[in-house]
Every structure is written in structure tokens, then in C-alpha cells.
């Protein structure tokens, strides 16, 4: 909708074309529980149930301009164990 950068302003109409956002995950869960309930008088109906809405949380890391060269993130290698050994062949 809008970049702002220092002086430079962009306004999107309704949103800015070639604009794009940079987010990671930080995982899934769970809203608070919301009560519906259903009730007709007279009839001695009384329905009572919950719901959760499941949410997934993203953190926004940056925004890129139209034109603007994106970065990709560097993958880092899987760490590996360190196997202790205590000289005679036996690993533990």
C-alpha cells in the first residue's frame, strides 16, 4: 500500500505493483475459544459448542522495493555431532 524510505515515498493504488515482503515463519497455534451457542425458546433446544481458529505467525523481516535487487537468505549446513572418543575405538 504505501513504502516509505527515508524521503522517498511510494503510494500504491491500491497496492504498490512489483512491491514485495520478506517473512519468516514462527510457527502455528491457536486462537482464544469462541462460545456458539443456539437456542430456540419453547422447545427445550439448547446447543452449546467452541472453536479454536488456528492463526500461523510470521515475522516480517524486510521489505523490498519494486526495481530493488532481492537477497536471498544464506541456507547455513546442518551442524554435525561430535563423536567423543576416548581412544581405544569405543564411541560413545
Avoid: C, F, W
Amino acid at each position: 500500500m504505501l513504502i516509505g524510505d527515508g524521503d522517498e515515498v511510494t503510494v500504491g493504488t491500491p497496492t504498490v505493483a512489483g512491491a514485495k515482503i520478506v517473512a519468516t515463519a514462527q510457527g502455528e497455534g491457536k486462537d482464544k475459544k469462541i462460545i456458539v451457542l443456539k437456542y430456540k425458546p419453547k422447545v427445550r433446544y439448547r446447543k452449546k459448542t467452541g472453536h479454536r481458529q488456528l492463526y500461523s505467525r510470521l515475522v516480517i523481516d524486510k521489505i523490498v522495493k519494486p526495481g530493488a535487487k532481492e537477497e536471498k537468505p544464506v541456507k547455513k549446513a546442518p551442524r554435525r555431532r561430535k563423536v567423543k572418543s576416548d581412544g581405544s575405538g569405543n564411541v560413545e
